[in-house]
């Protein structure tokens, strides 16, 4: 918007059959100056359009002016943008899973909103899911603190799910044996079947005794 501002002259801007005239093109020219102040004058003012552009101690500003939810001086500057850039959006559509889905996107690339019928879920709850690595707590705790902020009263955040996935080559093997069981107890028979010889034998004895005076 700001290059078209600038390329744009006033004579550019007057009819063709007026162009012409000496008089309205030097008019035109005259006025030239004074208009092409107002289009700077005008070009910065206008914040939103240049926010790419805008030095970080005046998004700092701005964040201030416009009251952007957990704006917080260590964020990185793309992040700064983007909270200022959607603060009024938000404002306006608090508690619908659409800013909520806004706001986890500022804080992870990744990150998608599910509500509780997408999943099979318990009523009235959501939850998160990204790709992205969070090693840092203090992302998940600005995560919490972001969504909590927009999210309607009733709604609940059930879980945040960080979704890992890799490649890899699966093996499968196995083995076949076979074994043999033997059982040996003791042998078993009937007393019928038991087969002795009784023998029997005696002994004599005899002695005498002798008493000597």
């Known amino acids: 918007m700001a290059d078209t501002l600038q390329s744009v002259k006033l004579v550019d801007l007057i009819p063709p059959n007026l162009r012409s005239d000496p008089q309205v093109q030097a008019a035109a020219e005259a006025l030239e100056a004074e208009l092409r102040a107002a289009t700077e004058a005008i070009i910065e003012a206008l914040h939103l359009p240049r926010l ?64 509780w019928f997408e999943y099979g879920g318990d009523p009235y709850k959501f939850k998160v899911e990204t790709d992205e690595i969070i090693t840092d707590e203090t992302v998940y705790d600005r995560l919490l603190s972001l969504v909590r902020a927009v999210k309607n009263v009733r709604s609940w955040l059930e879980s945040v799910t960080i979704r890992r996935t890799w490649t890899g080559t699966n093996y499968a093997g196995g083995a076949f044996g076979f074994s043999k069981k033997f059982t040996i107890t003791p042998p078993v028979f009937a007393l019928s079947g038991v087969r002795q010889v009784s023998a029997f034998g005696g002994v004599v004895y005899s002695g005498k005794f002798i008493t000597v005076q």
């Open 52 to 115: 790419n552009e805008l030095p970080e101690s005046v998004v700092d500003l701005l964040a201030a002016q416009w009251h952007v939810d957990f704006y917080e001086p260590a964020l990185p500057i793309a992040k700064k943008r983007a909270l200022v850039r959607r603060s009024i959006v938000w404002h306006r559509r608090k508690g619908t899973p659409g800013v909520v889905q806004e706001m986890v996107s500022a804080v992870l690339s990744s990150g998608v909103v599910s509500e």
